[in-house]
C-alpha cells in the first residue's frame, strides 16, 4: 500500500511557474509508473503528463507540451511536475496517480490507477 500526498498548487498570475510535487509513503515508489491528471470545475478529468519507474520516459498531454516538465527523484520517493508559463485554462486540481507492476494502466488513461492522491488546486488568474 501506499499513500500519495501532492502540495505546491497555490494562486498564480498567468504566465507564472508553479512546482507541483507528488511525495509517496507506505511502500518504495521506485517501481510505480507516475501520471499527473487534472479537473477543473464542470470539465472531465484530463491526462495532463506521466513518467515511469525509472524515469526515462515521459508523456505530455497536447495542451501542457512545452510548458510543462514531469520529473521524479525516487531517493525521495517524490515525483514533481513543473509548470511554465501557466494560463488560466490550466487552472484545475491536479492529482498524482501510480501504477503498479505489472502497469496494467494505459498511458493517457484517466482512470484504474490503484493509487491516488487527494489532489492539489491550481488557480491561474489573468
Known amino acids: 500500500q501506499v499513500h500519495l500526498v501532492e502540495s505546491g498548487g497555490r494562486l498564480v498570475q498567468a504566465g507564472g511557474s508553479l512546482r507541483l510535487s507528488c511525495a509517496a509513503s507506505g511502500r518504495t515508489f521506485t517501481m510505480y509508473n507516475v501520471a499527473w491528471l487534472r479537473q477543473a470545475p464542470g470539465k472531465e478529468r484530463e491526462f495532463v503528463a506521466f513518467?515511469?519507474?525509472?524515469?526515462?520516459?515521459?508523456y505530455y498531454a497536447d495542451s501542457v507540451k512545452g510548458r510543462f516538465t514531469i520529473s521524479r527523484d525516487n531517493a525521495k520517493d517524490t515525483v514533481y511536475l513543473q509548470m511554465n508559463s501557466l494560463k488560466p485554462e490550466d487552472t484545475a486540481v491536479y492529482y498524482c496517480a501510480a501504477d503498479t507492476p505489472p502497469f496494467k494502466v494505459r498511458v493517457g488513461a484517466l482512470e484504474g490507477y490503484p493509487y491516488w492522491g487527494q489532489g492539489t488546486q491550481v488557480t491561474v488568474s489573468s
Open positions: 513518467i515511469n519507474w525509472s524515469g526515462d520516459t515521459t
